[in-house]
Every structure is written in structure tokens, then in C-alpha cells.
């Protein structure tokens, strides 16, 4: 008979070696690896001020670490050249640490923007250090239509040490920990997109390293 304690140690190392060795690794598509990496200029880690994000709509709302435009619009153009297709961008750079729905629909029960805005603050949020790791690619379809939106995904345990200490806060005033898990987050830098950009919380997309599509090298 076989022995289930057996099967559940084999079946927890085979997680550990996908969360650990392929998701720390990602293999970009086939089709990616048929191209040459893009560029991305290192001075996107460039000193940037930091900028509020706050208002009564419910998508004026969030937290990012605030990024130089230049370095994200030279990619976006060299990714058209490599696509052979248009694609529209947002005419600013960021990376997203609480997005508005994260806010609005959790967090803002017990915290405020300012209580958000002075942990990051406090912990240097635009030094924060991020490693970028691919090219991402989300799709769905849309209105009959099949729809891209195109990141820099990134790694970035600074950014996480932000959100946790948020969490901690949030607990502390009375937060439900159940409802909001500080790990759960996929940083990333958004490039362009051929209709709109697509988002976990409207859309079901993944920006991690599960949706690399082409290597990314830094210069």
C-alpha cells in the first residue's frame, strides 16, 4: 500500500520546484525567443519624487512607486518595431504598490491614503530597488476582439516590505487579515497596449513571471 505521508512530501516538493526553480527562471514563449532581447535603459532606476495619488473617485485611490518616463517610452517604441503593430502607452511610468480597487474595497475600511502614502514615505519607497525579468504579455478578449497590454514584470522584495508593513497597519486598526494578503501582488511596469490595459481585478490577468513573453536586458 503506498504510504500518504509519501505522496504528500512528493507532492509538496514538486510546488517547491515550481514556485521556487521555474518561477524564479520564467522561459519566455517560443515565439520570444525567436527576437532579440528588448533594451531597457538602466536609468529607469533614476532618482523620481514621489508622487500622491488620492480623490473621491473610486480609481483615484492608490499607491505607486512614481519611475521615469524616458527609459519606459524608448522600450515601448523599440517593442512596436519588434510587434509591427501600434500600441498605445500611458505618457507616464510607474509601478503600482496598492492599486485602487486593493484600496477602495479593502483597505480603506480602516486606513486613509495619508496613513498609505506616510508608511511608504517612511520606508523610502522611491528608492525602493526592483530587478526587471521579462517582457510580459497579457491577453483577452474583448468585445469580440483579442486584446494585448505588454509590461516589464520585476521583482522587487522593497516594494513587498511596503505592502507588508501596510498589512501590518491594517491589522492593527481593526483590518480583517483574511481579506487582504500583502503577497499577493505582481509588480510590473506597463509599456503599452493595443486597446486598454488589462488588469487582475476586471480582466483575470496574472502580471507575473507565468506570463513572460520576450527577455528583457538592461543597459
Request: some cysteine; hydrophobic content about 40%; overall charge neutral.
Amino acid at each position: 500500500m503506498t504510504n500518504p505521508h509519501r505522496i504528500i512530501i512528493r507532492t509538496v516538493a514538486l510546488c517547491l520546484l515550481f514556485t521556487g526553480t521555474l518561477a524564479a527562471q520564467p522561459t519566455p514563449s517560443s515565439h520570444a525567443a525567436q527576437k532579440a532581447p528588448l533594451v531597457l535603459n538602466a536609468t529607469i532606476h533614476a532618482p523620481a519624487p514621489f508622487l500622491a495619488h488620492s480623490g473621491t473617485g473610486a480609481f483615484d485611490n492608490y499607491l505607486t512607486m512614481n519611475l521615469l518616463f524616458a527609459p519606459a517610452e524608448t522600450l515601448w517604441k523599440s517593442l512596436e518595431t519588434t510587434l509591427g503593430t501600434a500600441l498605445k502607452n500611458r505618457g507616464e511610468a510607474h509601478i503600482t504598490v496598492i492599486s485602487p480597487p486593493e484600496f477602495t474595497g479593502i483597505l480603506s475600511k480602516v486606513l486613509t491614503m495619508q496613513d498609505i502614502n506616510d508608511i511608504a514615505t517612511k520606508l523610502n519607497i522611491q528608492s525602493a530597488r526592483f530587478m526587471p525579468v521579462c517582457m510580459g504579455r497579457a491577453q483577452v478578449t474583448l468585445e469580440g476582439k483579442n486584446e494585448q497590454a505588454y509590461y516589464v514584470v520585476v521583482q522587487s522584495e522593497d516594494l513587498v516590505n511596503v505592502r507588508r508593513a501596510i498589512f501590518r497597519k491594517y491589522c492593527e486598526k481593526g483590518g480583517e487579515p483574511s481579506l487582504w494578503d500583502p503577497q499577493h501582488y505582481y509588480p510590473h511596469i506597463t509599456v503599452g497596449f493595443t486597446k486598454q490595459d488589462l488588469h487582475e481585478e476586471s480582466n483575470g490577468v496574472r502580471k507575473g513571471a507565468n506570463s513572460c513573453f520576450m527577455e528583457i536586458t538592461q543597459k
